[in-house]
Nanobody, 125 residues
């Protein structure tokens, strides 16, 4: 079981900035990647940004150049620095972690994803 807790959401005017943080706890298994997804009102959840253990990042086209994802692997935390926010960035933002879980004594693993409870980001015009 992995618990993810997001913080940093809030209300900001268009053009402003916010920093989201997420802390993972409750597991000794290997977290291979962490990242952020968001769900705008009335829409499906979509990828925002991810970062692997090797530091490789992936961003949605809509946020490239405006958002930066970073990770402290030793602390199992991930952050999302958001700037030049737009009204269309309004959404519930969810922290995500990909975890390799050891399932037998030989060390076989399965991959599972875990989600935080979400934090609301609202950008006003």
């Amino acid at each position: 079981q992995v618990q993810l807790v997001e913080s940093g959401g809030g209300l900001v005017h268009s053009g402003g900035s916010l920093r989201l943080s997420c802390a993972a706890s409750g597991t000794k298994n290997t977290i291979t990647s962490m990242g952020w997804y968001r769900q705008p009102p009335g829409k499906e959840r979509e990828l925002v940004a991810t970062i692997t253990n090797g530091g490789r990042t992936n961003y949605a086209d809509s946020v490239k150049g405006r958002f930066t994802v970073s990770r402290d692997a030793a602390k199992n935390t991930v952050a999302l620095q958001m700037s030049s926010l737009k009204v269309e960035d309004t959404a519930v933002y969810y922290c995500n972690a990909g975890v390799n879980i050891v399932v037998n004594v030989e060390g076989a693993e399965v991959y599972r994803e875990y989600w935080g409870q979400g934090t609301q980001v609202t950008v006003s015009s």
